[in-house]
């Protein structure tokens, strides 16, 4: 039986990515100086975020808006540069776990926590629109092709990528944090971001040393996808000529712990938290046994992942120049 469907799967995916190869190659015959793609790109490109978006549906990880939601970033992200694919199934992997990592605790302390973790379209979006639309920008400026970091000699690609790579590492940062964070240490209360006040774990805004730490992992772990995955598909010659990819394990690791602190901030300032003492637990909605803790009722958690991952993104190119600057002096 699974033989058929991957038969059939096959005769859809196959004819669908000559389609979009002549309609890159026609895009070529006007803009001549973006590389090329060839068909297996495409197709790959197709293949790869069906077979994950139908595994994270098996897991539990994704309900059906968000596996097709997945299918579109994935596609993005695949067809204009393998890195951002490779750092995009990193964090989709990692996150799940970390997610699902003792639920039974998280029940506790979260009012609206999910059972596995299960993510819809506006999840998906949220976390993964921001790195989708740079990749897209990065389609039309450099092509389908990988880059080095150079921002001397590849400025514009230099920068979509860092930008893409940002997004995804602020995603990443914050899943670690909040999933890891708040059910690791044995304390019951987290540090309110904005005065260090003691609030309960869950709290939007509540900051803690596992949690920045986690942050700093989920970064660093996709700053090691990253680079390994450029130093293997860039032709030895450029990496010699090119300055050094090591540092994009380092600007990982920061960009991870400045995306989950931009995500507290927001959350601190824009979130409502209360401390419901019924439940016994943290809610996002004020009511008659809810004692305010702090924010206020201006965002939701996905609107404040969304900007925490646009400013990262957007924040994360210049950075990585000071850092490729005087660090590596070239």
Same mark, same amino acid.
């Given at each position: 039986?699974?033989?058929?469907?991957?038969?059939?799967?096959?005769?859809?995916?196959?004819?669908?990515?000559?389609?979009?190869?002549?309609?890159?190659?026609?895009?070529?015959? =006007?803009? !001549?100086?973006?590389?090329?793609?060839?068909?297996? @790109?495409?197709?790959?490109?197709?293949?790869? +975020?069906?077979?994950?978006?139908?595994?994270?549906?098996?897991? *539990?990880?994704?309900?059906?808006?968000?596996?097709?939601?997945?299918?579109?970033?994935? #596609?993005?992200?695949?067809?204009?540069?393998?890195?951002?694919?490779?750092? /995009?199934?990193?964090? #989709?992997?990692?996150?799940?776990?970390?997610?699902?990592?003792?639920?039974?605790?998280?029940?506790?302390?979260?009012?609206?926590?999910?059972?596995?973790? /299960?993510?819809?379209?506006?999840?998906?979006?949220?976390?993964?629109?921001?790195?989708?639309?740079?990749?897209?920008? $990065?389609? /039309? %400026?450099?092509?389908?092709?990988?880059?080095?970091? %150079?921002?001397?000699?590849?400025?514009?690609?230099?920068? $979509?990528?860092?930008?893409? #790579?940002?997004?995804?590492?602020?995603?990443?940062?914050?899943?670690?944090?909040?999933?890891?964070?708040?059910?690791?240490? &044995?304390? @019951?209360?987290?540090?309110?971001?904005?005065? #260090?006040?003691?609030?309960? &774990?869950?709290?939007?805004?509540?900051?803690? /040393?596992?949690?920045?730490?986690?942050?700093?992992?989920?970064?660093?772990?996709?700053?090691?996808? =990253? =680079?390994?995955?450029?130093?293997?598909?860039?032709?030895?010659?450029?990496?010699?000529?090119?300055?050094? !990819?090591?540092?994009?394990?380092?600007?990982?690791?920061?960009?991870?712990?400045?995306?989950?602190?931009?995500?507290?901030?927001?959350?601190?300032?824009? !979130? =409502?938290?209360?401390? %419901?003492?019924? *439940?016994?637990?943290?809610?996002?909605? +004020?009511? +008659?046994?809810?004692?305010?803790?702090?924010?206020?009722?201006?965002?939701?958690?996905?609107?404040?992942?969304?900007?925490?991952?646009?400013?990262?993104?957007?924040?994360? +190119?210049?950075?990585?120049?000071?850092?490729?600057? $005087?660090?590596?002096?070239?």
């Amino acid at each position: 039986m699974w033989k058929m469907k991957l038969v059939v799967l096959l005769a859809i995916l196959i004819p669908l990515s000559l389609a979009f190869w002549i309609a890159t190659c026609i895009f070529h015959i =006007y803009k !001549q100086d973006a590389e090329s793609v060839s068909p297996i @790109r495409f197709l790959i490109a197709i293949l790869a +975020p069906v077979l994950i978006s139908q595994w994270g549906l098996k897991r *539990k990880s994704l309900d059906k808006s968000g596996a097709l939601a997945g299918l579109l970033v994935g #596609f993005i992200l695949t067809v204009s540069n393998l890195c951002f694919f490779t750092a /995009l199934l990193t964090f #989709f992997v990692a996150a799940s776990k970390a997610t699902k990592f003792r639920t039974s605790e998280k029940k506790k302390i979260e009012d609206d926590h999910k059972e596995g973790g /299960l993510r819809n379209w506006v999840q998906v979006l949220c976390n993964g629109g921001v790195a989708a639309e740079m990749s897209f920008f $990065y389609l /039309l %400026d450099i092509g389908c092709t990988e880059k080095l970091i %150079d921002f001397r000699n590849n400025y514009s690609a230099s920068w $979509y990528s860092l930008a893409v #790579f940002g997004a995804l590492c602020c995603s990443c940062g914050d899943t670690f944090s909040s999933e890891i964070g708040s059910v690791v240490g &044995k304390s @019951r209360d987290a540090i309110l971001i904005t005065n #260090f006040s003691k609030v309960p &774990k869950g709290t939007n805004g509540g900051i803690s /040393l596992v949690g920045s730490i986690a942050s700093i992992f989920g970064g660093v772990l996709l700053g090691i996808t =990253y =680079y390994i995955t450029l130093i293997l598909l860039v032709n030895e010659d450029y990496l010699a000529e090119s300055p050094p !990819q090591w540092p994009l394990i380092l600007i990982g690791g920061f960009l991870g712990l400045l995306g989950s602190t931009i995500d507290s901030l927001l959350g601190a300032w824009f !979130q =409502y938290s209360g401390y %419901d003492k019924k *439940k016994q637990c943290v809610v996002n909605n +004020p009511g +008659p046994t809810v004692e305010y803790i702090c924010g206020s009722d201006v965002l939701d958690n996905h609107s404040v992942n969304l900007l925490s991952s646009l400013l990262t993104s957007l924040l994360a +190119p210049r950075l990585a120049f000071h850092v490729f600057v $005087y660090l590596l002096s070239y």
